[in-house]
């Protein structure tokens, strides 16, 4: 209904099969709350104790304003035009399990104002009603009993184990019981209104009209509530429209159908129906269905039900929905459905191939194969290459489906060279048996072209990775490294094996060397062993390991916000990073708070800027260290220090208001501050006033007043001016508080009579 419910596990799936159990109340393993939900205890219940619980509620972080966070109850309303029917639910625990001992009002007022109380103090059924009113074989009923009187985690064990976490636990366990008291009283009508959220109003009068409102007897001092009526005129309603757009698929099996619809909130369980062969309709779930869903799959959208153990054929199927109060849907659009054939066809034999060459350039091959039995359903032929070496899938060789005559298909194989072949049967449904494979052996004169696109990339160790494209032809079955240590001695292959991919290692001597770079080619090779020429040159220079100089600082500035450093840095050409770490006095490890490249260096400067926490009592110390592109690292710099203080916020309150008044034509504005301390007060309190006048873009200050001081006034506004004003409080060190609300004033502009 108003609840969103997420259900996970073997307790949702009882919930959902009927498993169950009615008379063991402690046997269901759901959670409860800090203290055990019976009406003796409470009644015992003391104001301490609420407080305690209360603590274990969440505060909505979304809410904007500073007032109390106020929980409400939601309704909803039904007219039958004999009667009418409530359904309700608060949105959070705390008022649901408080209501639950103090009680439901429900309120009617009719078109003339007056107010009858139809219910005072409504509650859930006793322990003892609901074993009266419900079979024991029950297990909704008894999950019921179980979300009002069932015992959970205390409080008090969860903060003396685990801290934190404990009330971490409690809470998730509150949330849990919630949402599964909201789920029970959703697919439920009867149990709503044993776990009193549902009363039928038996006394409406045909064709009049209400404004029912549910109320609560919680104490405000407990729980700060909000409740909204709800508008019914009694006139008999038609069941709802349902339209959902439904989809479908065949199950894995190829024996069953998947049907798929949108979920939608104003459903909450569904009836899915087949039609028969003489044209009845058949329900095909024993209970109402109901999609269960956990927090990793809430996002998806789809109800999804399979009926199972069908022949291939069409079938015809219908839905229709229950909703919050049990009220029956029309049903869907009538959704077609068919299930294909699912057995493939006999298997081709390869018999035989022919390769012939009608050009120096091009190679053709002739497939041949036998197909014994055709069947009535059988479709036609595809022809399939592999060849591991040229890739990893098997591609099809004919463009378009072979009819079911042929017994033999000409191709095109200049480029994929010796491989496998296969022939595939397919049927009308799709189903498909294929050849055992055969070899067709292809021989080739033609070279690939030299590689292209070498590029390179060195490590500190002097480890080099040297890639290149890919080359066009799908026969190239690898490539050779050749090197040389100068570009135009011989090139000398550097390893034995060849690459299948374009990417190779090699490692270079990095200490002690007088020569600056190493030179690479890059051959490939197909599967007939023809060879390409030699790709362009590749220069690959050696790493300095020689560790760059120190940055030195050069100036230090600060605002409220943010800290600001230049730095001379090193000035060698190979310079790459910039680590800048920083250290708070008397902590023992330096934080790197930013890495920096060498384009961040501006006209001979590095600068460095950052937002540490302000402290106005320990230093902070920063200082770098300087990386060059081989990674060799510099010395740490010299350390320079400075205290933050920053701006600091005052938690104070402020509300603001302004009016101008005729007497002496000028503009009041007052104001009230809540959360001053006297330690506040040692700072040397003081209130700021800003004004944007007319079509300013910015607030602009106005004055300075005394902490004391309530009120203050501008005489600076002429008819027809338009200003907004703001309060904010500093203090002499800096600190500062939230503004206030900001408040607007219009100088009214006299008319010719001078009024």
């Known amino acids: 209904m108003v609840a969103a419910v997420v259900l996970a596990g073997t307790t949702a799936q009882a919930v959902q099969d009927g498993v169950g159990f009615f008379d063991s109340i402690a046997g269901l393993s759901v959670p409860a709350d800090t203290i055990e939900v019976n009406q003796a205890d409470l009644e015992k219940m003391s104001q301490k104790e609420y407080e305690q619980f209360l603590l274990t509620q969440p505060i909505d972080t979304t809410r904007s304003d500073t007032t109390t966070v106020a929980f409400s109850v939601q309704v909803l309303a039904r007219a039958k035009g004999d009667r009418v029917l409530l359904r309700w639910a608060p949105d959070e ?109 038996e006394t409406a009068e045909k064709n009049a009209e209400y404004q029912y409102t549910i109320t609560t007897n919680i104490p405000k001092e407990v729980l700060n509530m909000i409740y909204q009526p709800v508008y019914v005129k009694n006139v008999k309603e038609k069941p709802s429209k349902y339209d959902p757009v439904i989809t479908d698929s065949m199950g894995v099996d190829g024996r069953s159908i998947r049907l798929f619809w949108s979920r939608t909130p104003q459903f909450s369980t569904y009836d899915i129906e087949r039609q028969g062969e003489n044209g009845e309709w058949i329900k095909l779930n024993e209970r109402r269905f109901m999609t269960l869903f956990t927090q990793e799959d809430e996002s998806t959208v789809q109800n999804i039900f399979e009926d199972i153990d069908l022949e291939p054929g069409t079938y015809r199927y219908r839905i229709c929905g229950y909703d919050t109060f049990g009220e029956k849907s029309e049903y869907s659009a009538v959704h077609t459905a068919q299930l294909l054939d699912v057995i493939p066809p006999t298997a081709p034999v390869i018999v035989q191939f022919n390769v012939e060459r009608p050009t120096e350039n091009t190679i053709m091959a002739d497939v041949i194969w036998e197909k014994n039995i055709i069947e009535p359903d059988f479709l036609g032929y595809d022809v399939y290459y592999y060849n591991a070496q040229v890739d990893s899938v098997w591609v099809k060789l004919n463009e378009q489906l072979l009819d079911p005559e042929m017994q033999s298909f000409r191709c095109e194989v200049t480029f994929l060279g010796t491989g496998h072949v296969t022939v595939v049967a397919l049927d009308t449904a799709y189903n498909s048996s294929a050849a055992m494979p055969q070899e067709l052996f292809i021989a080739d004169f033609t070279p690939p072209v030299a590689p292209t696109g070498l590029r390179y990339v060195m490590s500190p160790t002097g480890s080099v990775m040297i890639t290149w494209d890919k080359n066009p032809e799908p026969d190239v079955a690898g490539y050779h490294l050749y090197y040389a240590n100068d570009s135009t001695h011989t090139f000398i292959q550097k390893h034995g094996k060849m690459t299948r991919t374009p990417v190779i290692f090699d490692t270079l001597q990095v200490n002690n060397v007088t020569q600056r770079y190493t030179y690479y080619r890059v051959k490939a090779y197909d599967y007939s062993g023809n060879e390409s020429a030699f790709s362009d040159i590749l220069a690959v220079k050696r790493k300095n390991y020689d560790p760059p100089r120190p940055c030195r600082i050069d100036s230090v500035w600060q605002d409220t916000k943010k800290v600001y450093m230049t730095w001379f840095p090193s000035s060698e050409d190979d310079v790459d990073k910039f680590y800048v770490y920083r250290r708070l006095h008397g902590e023992e490890f330096n934080t790197l708070i930013n890495v920096m490249t060498r384009d961040s260096v501006k006209n001979g400067r590095l600068l460095v800027v950052d937002s540490p926490e302000p402290n106005s009592s320990k230093r902070y110390y920063y200082h770098i260290e300087t990386m060059n592109e081989t990674g060799v690292t510099s010395e740490p710099s010299y350390e320079t220090s400075f205290l933050f203080k920053g701006e600091t916020v005052l938690p104070l309150v402020i509300r603001a208001g302004a009016a101008y008044r005729n007497d002496d034509e000028m503009v009041h504005i007052g104001w009230d501050i809540s959360g001053i301390t006297p330690a506040m007060l040692d700072k040397g309190l003081y209130i700021c006033l800003y004004r944007r006048r007319n079509d300013d873009d910015i607030f602009r200050y106005v004055r300075s007043l005394n902490i004391n001081e309530t009120s203050s006034i501008d005489a600076h506004m002429e008819p027809g001016d338009k200003a907004e004003y703001r309060i904010r409080v500093r203090s002499k060190e800096g600190h500062v508080s939230p503004y206030s609300n900001v408040v607007q004033v219009t100088v009214p502009v006299e008319d010719e009579t001078g009024k």
Do not use: C, H
């Open 93 to 201: 625990f705390a008022p649901w399990y408080l209501a639950n001992k103090y009680g439901y009002n429900i309120l009617r007022t009719d078109k003339k104002g007056v107010v009858d109380t139809l219910y005072k103090a409504l509650k859930p059924y006793s322990i003892e009603m609901l074993k009266e009113r419900f079979e024991p074989t029950d297990s909704l009923a008894g999950a019921a009993a179980q979300m009002l009187y069932g015992k959970g985690t205390e409080l008090n064990m969860a903060i003396g184990t685990d801290g934190a976490e404990g009330i971490m636990q409690v809470y998730e366990e509150q949330q849990t019981r919630f949402a599964y008291a909201m789920l029970l009283a959703e697919v439920r009508p009867d149990l709503a209104e044993a776990m009193a959220l549902m009363y039928v109003d």
